[in-house]
């Protein structure tokens, strides 16, 4: 029987290569209860922001077993996405808007959840043992479930590290009543290195290993429904969709190597250089068209136009100021919002001309808000 399993093991380990996976390794389901309690104090804390989601299932997030009671193992995979270029590059070009690397792609959750139920049918066919598979939308920690089953460890970033793929793996999880050989825990090697929490732009890292989602750029320009905070505006530069930044710094991504990066993700599409100009003319119907098939479409186009007018009031571009002016009208009380900020940024004239002339017609409590506090620049 051991003969058998780990003949079945390695035919796995296969199947998962042949299915575009860049790594995969067994964790049995017994999550330490630590991962559960820091998950806890995590929420507790209130470091989670607006995603609610993770207080209203926790118990089945802290373990493997309080989503599934049958589940003995779980086998946990790594999909790259390795960039060929440094996504740092476009911090020294504010006309264009940064989108980070996996956004740029096909959508993940389409490509990896795909690729995971392949496999799982596959393992179905070989043993009979009953499966569940989960990408990120489900209550699973991943990454520590990912450390658990050595395909990596979890960096002072907070995300999953590999020796092989840097900080550049989409990790998708399947849950099975088999019991297999689990493969060994990943060792932390970070060392004294604290590059990522360095790179952080908005210090979203109280301490290593934790990361605070309310400071940080990919929860506020993604999850977060409301305007952004002043106090993180400058900071976000030209970051209209996700950060790069603290993964991008890691120095185990020297490692990484393109060639193993899917062929659906390797496929990149025209979103590297977007320039502002296009993107505060985007109405519903061009951002659904220009994001269609990306996982950009589900923050939808005022959220999205908000942090683009964001990275507009950081340009220092007067050419934007039309786009600007003309979004103080837009229906969105979001949108209007960020456009008067950034308007007190490009044209401190213009911002009190506005000011005094709409403040009398607007409602919206955010956004008379944001006539009250905006500063107009002085740079």
């Known amino acids: 029987m051991k003969r058998h399993k780990t003949n079945l093991v390695n035919a796995l380990k296969k199947k998962a290569k042949d299915e575009g996976f860049a790594d995969c390794r067994i964790a049995s389901a017994d999550l330490a209860p630590l991962a559960g309690a820091r998950l806890r104090e995590w929420i507790a804390e209130g470091r989670h922001g607006d995603m609610l989601w993770m207080e209203d299932r926790v118990e089945q997030r802290a373990s493997p077993a309080g989503l599934w009671p049958e589940v003995r193992s779980v086998i946990m995979l790594g999909m790259s996405y390795a960039p060929e270029s440094d996504p740092m590059a476009l911090d020294e070009r504010p006309d264009l808007g940064r989108i980070s690397v996996y956004a740029q792609r096909k959508d993940y959750h389409d490509v990896v959840k795909g690729a995971l139920k392949r496999l799982a049918q596959w393992f179905v066919h070989q043993t009979g043992d009953e499966v569940k598979v989960f990408v990120d939308t489900a209550p699973v920690l991943e990454k520590a479930l990912a450390e658990k089953a050595g395909l990596g460890w979890q960096g002072k970033h907070s995300n999953l590290v590999s020796r092989d793929h840097g900080s550049w793996l989409l990790l998708g999880a399947i849950y099975t009543t088999a019991e ?34 309310r400071r940080c750029i990919s929860y506020l320009t993604i999850e977060h429904k409301g305007p952004i905070a002043h106090e993180f505006r400058r900071a976000m530069g030209n970051h209209i969709y996700g950060c790069d930044d ?52 589900r923050t939808g186009r005022d959220r999205f136009v908000r942090n683009a007018l964001i990275a507009a009031g950081n340009s220092n571009d007067s050419r934007l ?46 956004v008379l808000q944001e006539w009250a506090i905006s500063v107009p620049s002085t740079r």
């Open 180 to 213: 297999l050989a689990p493969d060994a825990t990943g060792q932390d090697r970070c060392g004294s290195c604290h590059a990522c929490q360095t790179a952080c732009p908005t210090d979203a890292f109280p301490a290593p290993y934790r990361v605070d989602a």
């Open 321 to 366: 100021l039309s786009l600007i002016i003309h979004l103080l009208d837009d229906p969105g009380a979001i949108v209007r919002g960020a456009a008067i900020w950034a308007l007190a940024q490009l044209d401190a004239a213009r911002f009190e001309m506005e000011r005094n002339a709409r403040l009398k017609f607007e409602s919206d409590e955010s």
């Open 246 to 297: 603290c993964l991008a710094a890691c120095p185990w991504n020297k490692f990484a190597r393109t060639a193993s990066v899917h062929k659906a993700l390797a496929q990149r599409l025209e979103l590297s250089e977007l320039p502002l100009t296009d993107l505060l003319a985007l109405d519903d119907t061009g951002f659904r068209a220009l994001f269609a098939g990306t996982p950009i479409k």
